[in-house]
């Protein structure tokens, strides 16, 4: 039995697009390694990435994001059709070459429309110097569009990060970056050592620590081992933020750390004001804006979360995985039973884990669709987790600050036939068990 209803590719296109943008919108491509080794292939990825962050920090510059722009790399491009592939007006490409203790480093600035260029530079500089070029090609890049008025004097000050000092330390965090991403217990690990190489060679590189943060997550989501890797987590954020409190992703890792504390809805409010600083350092981030999406149920704001969600699938059609679980957090919670239920549908492989089973399950509740919401039960939740009970489910990280939330997921497992009370015994194993009121005071034998 399958629940993979609708195809992953493409599947963004069924839910509502904004508006064609009213501001100016860029697409960075991958740089071009012309050294032709590894090393360099990855200065390439790191300034291609570190571009587009520092663009995304102009507020008025629509940025469209690496996943995008990565299905470039390494093929002849029309900038025009990447114009209109992506609906931007203006496409940056480059290349870096490294020669001995020197680099180059080319980036020319073309409108997308005429495949006029706008503006070009050349920078050959020591190799340490490549921090300095990376501000200067964002700043001379929002400068060319900024006939537009895309920059702000204030923008321009948030948009420079804390560079490393340390070529070393850039080069290893950029490979922990990497290795993190492939989400296995060993590599997330592997990133958690790279990236404290990183901060041993240089202890103020702000991103070394942020990268080692995002890491010992990694490790936590393959083991489930949240209680030893969130304060590590929080720590590494922390650190980072004291080096660099303009780093807007440093914010948002310390928001994931702050609301992966389970058990203590308290730190949602300090975790809400994270991500809303986060978002306001960066708010082209289409990561960023995920992010925050994510947890909007848990912050009372999921129709905001949707907003952010459908601004994101704008500015990275080609999204990674976890948008999708964004979306199934966001649409659910307001009210958008279908959306979620196509979110997650429209995973590669069909919805997996308790999180899609929980939701899948309560969304086809609120549709109507018993049967639906009893097979997804069955075949995603059920077999992990034979005793589930809503109450169980806050126990396993839903907490909520607004009882809207929390009674719309209780309502829909009871619709598709779901427990609702747990057992004493069930919640054992929490010592901080949340639970449900009516369930402490009827007393009654659990039941649907």
């Known amino acids: 039995m399958t629940l993979a209803l609708v195809a992953g590719l493409g599947a963004w296109q069924f839910w509502p697009r904004e508006p064609a943008r009213q501001r ?7 740089f071009t390694n012309l050294g032709g080794d590894e090393a360099t292939g990855r200065l390439a990825d790191g300034i291609t990435e570190d571009t587009i962050t520092d663009l ?6 629509d940025v469209i994001a690496r996943n995008s722009t990565a299905v470039y790399k390494g093929k002849p491009v029309d900038v025009r059709q990447v114009g209109e592939d992506l609906n931007v007006g203006y496409v940056l490409e480059g290349s870096i070459q490294r020669q001995g203790d020197r680099v180059r480093v080319t980036a020319q600035l073309i409108d997308a429309e005429s495949g006029a260029h706008v503006w070009s530079e050349r920078w050959d500089r020591p190799a340490g110097d ?7 090609l964002a700043d001379e890049t929002a400068a060319k569009i900024g006939g537009y008025g895309v920059v702000q004097q204030a923008d321009r000050g948030k948009a420079r990060r804390k560079v490393a000092r340390s070529l070393t330390a850039y080069e ?22 790279l990236a404290t190489r990183a901060i041993e060679a240089d202890p103020t590189y702000a991103r070394a620590w942020l990268v080692r943060a995002w890491s010992h997550e990694v490790v936590a989501m393959m083991t489930g081992d949240f209680a030893s890797a969130q304060p590590r987590m929080e720590a590494d954020a922390r650190r980072a933020l004291a080096l660099d409190p303009n780093d807007a992703e440093a914010h948002a890792a310390l928001g994931n750390a702050l609301g992966n504390a389970l058990g203590n809805a ?3 409010a300090e975790a809400r004001a994270e991500y809303d600083r ?12 995920v992010l925050l999406a994510m947890w909007s149920g848990n912050f009372g704001k999921p129709e905001r979360g949707a907003r952010l969600i459908e601004q994101a699938v704008r500015l990275n059609p080609s999204f990674p995985p976890f948008y999708r679980t964004a979306m199934r957090e966001a649409y659910f919670f307001s009210g958008r039973f279908e959306d979620a239920v196509r979110a997650m549908l429209g995973r590669e492989n069909g919805p997996t884990g308790t999180g899609d089973g929980m939701l899948l399950a309560a969304a086809y509740g609120h549709l109507g669709e018993v049967e639906k919401g009893r097979r997804a039960a069955e075949a995603l939740l059920l077999k992990e987790v034979p005793t589930f009970s809503a109450e169980l489910g806050f126990n396993l990280g839903y907490i909520f600050v607004r009882e809207r939330e929390r009674d719309l997921f209780v309502e829909g497992l009871r619709k598709a036939g779901l ?13 901080n068990a949340a639970r449900l009121p009516e369930c402490v005071t009827s007393r009654a034998p659990p039941g649907p």
């Open 172 to 193: 290893l965090t950029i490979l922990a970056t990497e290795v993190k991403h492939k989400f296995t217990k060993e590599q997330g690990e592997e990133a958690v050592r």
């Open 130 to 136: 490549l921090f300095a070029v990376q501000a200067e």
């Open 24 to 30: 100016p919108g860029i697409a960075v491509l991958p």
């Open 419 to 431: 427990r609702v009370c747990a057992t004493d015994a069930e919640l054992a194993p929490y010592p």
């Open 56 to 61: 995304a920090r102009f507020r008025d510059l």
């Open 278 to 289: 986060a978002l306001a350092l960066n708010p082209s981030s289409a990561d960023i804006g």
């Open 266 to 268: 308290g730190r949602l």
